[in-house]
């Protein structure tokens, strides 16, 4: 089962611009994580968000939380050709502690950063 | 050591053979977990496993079979599968969550690409 909807599903930008891909989700959850992947190969964990947090910084990445609207966005600032990859966003609602966590991910954006 | 493991990276079975995927970590997790995806999809949760015991099964066909035989190994036992299970299979770990601390990143391994005939 998919959690929720992002958009857009692809974006194309010029080497420097920034980036924003937004995330909509349908159930409670206890965090929010945000993932790449390059090429159909691993994913890379960018940043993780918990639910009673709103604002997140990690180098260039910037995430928000809304969880009112059910909804997050990851900003990429200055961005660079190496940038280019499928961005997931995932979110975690494990129910009972100690096992494990159950991260359901977004249907995510493919970046295109142009040099 | 902070990857995740997988082998073999590509894998060719008929659909009578009997193969496995295997997956390996030594970060310490305690919970490793099992998903597939299609080409163009997100990945899709088929098990997770914590300390060793199956926790979350998703309603996977019994042609896969997971097994955890210690805390650093995951496989997944593949059997009379169909060439609709062709796919990329991802292998994740992740620390346990004892008390609300909010949860933990996955460390995910490169990845089987999986081609049933």
């Known amino acids: 089962s998919q959690q929720g909807e992002e958009d857009p599903q692809a974006l194309s930008i010029q080497e420097g611009e920034n980036a924003t891909m937004n995330c909509s989700y349908k159930?409670?959850?206890?965090?929010l994580q945000w993932y790449r992947q390059n090429s159909g190969r691993g994913l890379v964990h960018l940043i993780l968000i918990r639910s009673n947090e709103r604002e997140k910084h990690s180098g260039r990445l910037r995430v928000t939380l809304d969880t009112s609207k059910k909804s997050s966005s990851l900003l990429i600032t200055a961005s660079r050709a190496a940038d280019t990859a499928s961005y997931f966003c995932a979110t975690d609602s494990y129910m009972i502690y100690n096992q494990g966590g159950k991260l359901i991910f977004g249907q995510g954006t493919e970046l295109s950063v142009k040099p | 050591d902070t990857e995740v493991t997988q082998t073999p990276k590509h894998l060719v079975m008929g659909m009578t053979n009997k193969k496995s995927l295997k997956c390996e970590q030594h970060?310490?997790?305690?919970?490793m977990y099992w998903y597939k995806q299609k080409a163009k999809k997100p990945p899709e949760l088929m098990f997770v496993?914590?300390?060793?015991?199956?926790?979350i099964n998703e309603s996977v066909p019994s042609r896969f079979s997971p097994e955890c035989p210690n805390s650093s190994l995951l496989n997944l036992h593949l059997h009379a599968l169909q060439p609709e299970d062709s796919a990329l299979y991802l292998c994740?770990?992740?620390?346990?969550?004892?008390?609300?601390?909010?949860?933990?990143?996955?460390?995910f391994g490169s990845g089987t690409r999986l081609t049933v005939v």
């Open positions: 496993y914590s300390y060793e015991k199956l926790s």
């Open positions: 970060m310490g997790h305690r919970a």
């Open positions: 159930t409670s959850i206890n965090n």
């Open positions: 994740a770990s992740s620390q346990v969550d004892f008390v609300d601390r909010g949860g933990y990143g996955y460390t």
